[in-house]
């Protein structure tokens, strides 16, 4: 069920435009900047985007709903423990779950002239993340106390357990939903599913954050670099579950099947930074176990994102679903 709104969770409540300028106008001018014009705003059920024109240049601000709240303090976290990596924020409020960032200039996407970047600038920007999840691993504790979700292996079974007891998140019986035989077959997978759980803690693997979402269209280029951002999915998890949506989105853009040697060099040139205390095969292994389950990461993933009022979540709620079907699929590599 959807927890009743607070003034800071509901967009439409008149108070809450309000509280969001005065805190921006505050904000901007312990920089020394004010807002010179009108907001343009951008509303998804699980955040609000507004791009705030300045006298020095737009800034962003972003809310996040009540499941993805834990953003703000990731962000600031990320900008502290990995430099460069990440935009680092001009501003949070951890309690309310906002946050006001400089603008990060062209995204991959955009940079690039096309809906998709080029194989071989992904190339470059996979083993940028895996040095940001490097970082970050040993201070993965931090990132749990500040709220992020808790999907490390050995945990996921029991999530998956649950899941599959949410028969309101599952559309159970909609059009859009599992089907009863669909239900079934996943609640019989519940051990297989545990045992490669087992198996990928067992690789030794450090968690650490895991963005959850890392396409072309949620990477700024950078002159020294590229910058990762739009962490509302994120969580502390096997790192190589980035791969599912990445390769993913790869093969979608160009066409590629499962399998296919492209999509192969783009995992192994993420996962290269650790090869030194891991020999390639070992690698691959855990890469294409923690592809599997991480499906079901996404799926929780999606699940906490639409926990809010704007009746516009009902658009998105095949995710929950359709995310645990790709159970079933065959892995990208």
């Known amino acids: 069920m959807t927890a009743p709104a607070t003034p800071y969770d509901d967009w439409t409540d008149p108070r809450w435009p309000e509280a969001a300028h005065d805190w921006i106008a505050e904000r901007l001018g312990r920089l020394g900047r004010r807002v010179v014009g009108p907001v343009e705003p951008r509303v998804r059920p699980w955040s609000l985007v507004w791009r705030v024109p300045t006298d020095s240049g737009d800034v962003w601000f972003k809310a996040n709903n009540p499941g993805t709240r834990h953003e703000a303090a990731l962000l600031a976290a990320l900008a502290r423990l990995a430099p460069g990596r990440v935009l680092d924020p001009l501003a949070v409020d951890v309690a309310r779950g906002w946050a006001l960032l400089p603008d990060g200039g062209r995204s991959l996407r955009d940079a690039l002239g096309g809906d998709r970047a080029p194989l071989t600038r ?17 201070r993965a504790g931090e990132l749990l106390a500040l709220g992020v979700p808790d999907h490390r292996p050995e945990l996921l079974p029991g999530l998956y357990d649950a899941l599959l007891d949410d028969e309101e998140s599952l559309l159970l019986g909609a059009e859009d939903g599992l ?20 198996r990928l ?5 450090a968690p650490t954050v895991q963005h959850d979402d890392l396409h072309d269209g949620n990477v700024f280029v950078a002159g020294d670099g590229h910058r990762f951002f ?5 969580s502390v998890a096997h790192p190589f579950g980035t791969l599912l949506v990445t390769l993913n989105s790869v093969a979608d853009g160009f066409g590629l099947p499962a399998g296919d040697p492209a999509l192969a060099r783009l995992r192994d040139a993420y996962l290269e930074p650790w090869s030194d205390g891991h020999d390639r095969a070992t690698l691959r292994e855990a890469a294409r176990l923690a592809v599997r389950v991480t499906r079901v990461s996404r799926a929780l993933s999606w699940r906490r994102a639409l926990r809010s009022p704007d009746p516009a979540r009902a658009e998105y709620a095949s995710a929950v679903p359709g995310w645990l079907r790709e159970l079933f699929e065959p892995d990208p590599v």
């Not at 992904?122 to 040993?138: G, I, K, N």
């Not at 739009?230 to 994120?234: F, H, K, L, R, T």
């Open 122 to 138: 992904w190339e470059r920007v996979l083993p940028e993340y895996a040095d940001l999840q490097r970082a970050v691993a040993p």
């Open 201 to 205: 803690a067992g690789f030794g693997v």
């Open 230 to 234: 739009d962490w509302g999915d994120a």
């Open 179 to 198: 089907t009863a035989e669909a239900h079934g077959r996943l609640r019989a997978h519940r051990a297989a599913f545990a045992e490669e759980c087992r």
